[in-house]
Nanobody, 116 residues
Framework: QVQLVESGGDLVQPGGSLRLSCAAS????????AGWYRQAPGKEREFVAR????????AYADSVKGRFTVSRDNAKNTVYLRMDSLKPEDTAVYYC?????????WGQGTQVTVSS
């Protein structure tokens, strides 16, 4: 069983920055596709960013491209999401996701609120 624990969510002003972290248990982390999703109140969960097992390939939603950066440290079983130039519309609960084969794992989420 893989457990994911997100951290780093906070209240930040527009234009500010945050770094989210997702720590995973288990040795399969380094084999997994890792991603970040978010869900705003009243909206469906949406894709934000993902990174392949080696860190050599990344993908981003158009809404965050150029502002967010996903990275991973396989030695620490951790995936990160650096968020810059935050906007009020980035306010959401952010979830970490790991995919390996047919298995799909989710964290409990961390709240990011962008407001003045």
């Amino acid at each position: 069983q893989v457990q994911l624990v997100e951290s780093g969510g906070d209240l930040v002003q527009p234009g500010g920055s945050l770094r989210l972290s997702c720590a995973a248990s288990g040795s399969i982390f380094r084999l997994a596709l890792a991603g970040w999703y978010r869900q705003a109140p009243g909206k469906e969960r949406e894709f934000v960013a993902r990174i392949n097992w080696s860190g050599g390939s990344t993908a981003y939603a158009d809404s965050v491209k150029g502002r967010f950066t996903v990275s991973r440290d396989n030695a620490k079983n951790t995936v990160y999401l650096r968020m810059d130039s935050l906007k009020p519309e980035d306010t959401a609960v952010y979830y970490c996701n790991l995919q390996i084969g047919t298995y799909d794992y989710w964290g409990q989420g961390t709240q990011v609120t962008v407001s003045s």
